[in-house]
């Protein structure tokens, strides 16, 4: 085993355990992490519109007014006009959107959120370095990219988001 294999064996964990669980979450949800993340911000944000919203996953307001759109479509969100503003959107689930959030299982980051908390402050800062040196040495470190742990393409919207 060359000296770099375990690291090179360690991203392709890291890659599939997020690829694996996508998977397992849509197959069980119906919906993808972003359009839960969608769902989750709703829940957290007081009177959320769709730029709210956007800010508070990372995600551009057009990728976020799409899945907004495929929500509504599928009956679990709607936009509604709240208070005097008539320029104001508001995005509230429906019935059938509060149901399937509360059955909905952990999001992976939320996970690794509460193991990554846990740790001492020294070593948080060691991972982040470590990753951080890994990530510059994939020349990846201008490309845009959020906290959220999904797979695909990472600033472009598509149509299964």
Do not use: C
């Given at each position: 085993?060359?000296?770099?294999?375990?690291?090179?064996?360690?991203?392709?964990?890291?890659?599939?355990?997020?690829?694996?669980?996508?998977?397992?979450?849509?197959?069980?949800t119906?919906?993808?992490?972003?359009?839960?993340?969608?769902?989750?911000?709703?829940?957290?944000?007081?009177?959320?519109?769709?730029?709210?919203?956007?800010?508070?996953?990372?995600?551009?307001?057009?990728?976020?007014?799409?899945?907004?759109?495929?929500?509504?479509?599928?009956?679990?969100?709607?936009?509604?006009?709240?208070g005097?503003?008539?320029?104001?959107?508001?995005?509230?689930?429906?019935?059938?959107?509060?149901?399937?959030?509360?059955?909905?299982?952990?999001?992976?980051?939320?996970?690794?959120?509460?193991?990554?908390?846990?740790?001492?402050?020294?070593?948080?800062?060691m991972?982040?370095?470590?990753?951080?040196?890994?990530a510059?040495?994939?020349?990846?470190?201008?490309?845009?990219?959020?906290?959220?742990?999904?797979?695909?393409?990472?600033?472009?919207?598509?149509?299964?988001?």
């Amino acid at each position: 085993m060359k000296d770099y294999d375990e690291l090179l064996i360690a991203l392709r964990r890291i890659t599939r355990a997020i690829d694996l669980y996508s998977k397992r979450l849509q197959k069980e949800t119906n919906l993808t992490i972003s359009q839960l993340l969608v769902m989750e911000a709703i829940v957290k944000i007081d009177k959320p519109t769709p730029s709210a919203i956007a800010k508070s996953i990372l995600l551009s307001q057009a990728t976020v007014t799409n899945l907004i759109d495929r929500l509504e479509k599928n009956g679990l969100v709607q936009r509604k006009r709240l208070g005097t503003d008539k320029r104001t959107i508001n995005v509230v689930l429906t019935e059938l959107g509060e149901e399937k959030y509360k059955e909905a299982p952990e999001l992976l980051q939320s996970g690794f959120l509460r193991k990554y908390r846990k740790l001492d402050a020294w070593e948080q800062h060691m991972l982040v370095s470590a990753v951080g040196r890994v990530a510059s040495m994939m020349d990846a470190e201008d490309i845009d990219a959020s906290p959220i742990l999904t797979l695909g393409e990472i600033g472009v919207s598509d149509q299964g988001t």
